[in-house]
């Protein structure tokens, strides 16, 4: 069993910055693939950013260069550095975890761990 608690978020300005931290508990692996995904009100789950065990990466096309992920494998953390925040990047934001992934990202279902979210809010 995983377990993966998000921190970091908050509310910001436009153009400030934030890094999310999600540190996992449990049996977690240095081999399951990790990321980030977002929602907010009136918008499906999307994905954000990926990383698998080699650090590897993958971006959503919205992030255009704002976000970093990496990784701490000896301290079992993920990160999320988010630089240039905009308003459409309001959302609450939530860490997987999953061993199975499609195309570098991780499926998180039906058998992905997911933390509880940290919310981000930016204002114009």
């Known amino acids: 069993q995983i377990q993966l608690a998000e921190s970091g978020g908050g509310s910001v300005e436009a153009g400030g910055s934030l890094r999310l931290s999600c540190a996992a508990s449990g049996t977690i692996t240095r081999h399951y693939y990790m990321g980030w995904f977002r929602q907010s009100p009136g918008k499906g789950r999307e994905r954000v950013a990926a990383i698998d065990s080699d650090g590897n990466t993958r971006y959503a096309d919205f992030v255009s260069g704002r976000f970093t992920i990496s990784r701490d494998n000896t301290k079992n953390i993920l990160y999320l550095q988010m630089l240039n925040l905009k308003p459409d990047d309001t959302a609450m934001y939530f860490c997987?975890?999953?061993?199975?992934?499609?195309?570098?990202?991780?499926?998180?279902?039906?058998?992905?761990?997911w933390g509880q979210g940290t919310q981000v809010t930016v204002s114009s």
């Open positions: 997987v975890a999953d061993s199975s992934a499609w195309d570098g990202w991780p499926r998180g279902e039906p058998f992905g761990y």
